[in-house]
């Protein structure tokens, strides 16, 4: 076996990039319009799962005026 070679390495460049901040300004945007994720993932030309957590990640708790609990996603947060 040669020991020049490296079987495992954990330094491999990742496929994709990092979500930006327009981006998440966009999708704030989209879910405030009831777009669905993967009509996001489709228009961001992402994969479902990243805007899932991306989504799941940024969503803030919020208090409506008659003190119910919601919880939304916010870009500035993310």
């Known amino acids: 076996m040669n020991q020049d070679t490296q079987t495992h390495c ?3 460049a990742r ?3 990092h979500i930006t901040f327009s981006e998440r300004q966009q ?3 989209w879910l405030r319009e009831k777009k669905s994720i993967t009509q996001i993932a489709l228009l961001l030309d992402r ?3 990243t805007i ?3 989504v799941k990640r940024g ?3 919020q208090l409506k005026h ?3 609990v919601h919880y939304a996603y916010c870009a500035q947060f993310a």
Do not use: A, F, H
Request: charged content about 40%.
């Open 52 to 54: 899932y957590r991306e």
């Open 47 to 49: 994969n479902r799962v």
């Open 27 to 29: 999708i704030e945007r």
């Open 10 to 12: 954990n330094s491999v």
């Open 15 to 17: 496929k994709g990039k």
């Open 59 to 61: 969503s803030v708790m």
């Open 66 to 68: 008659d003190l119910t």
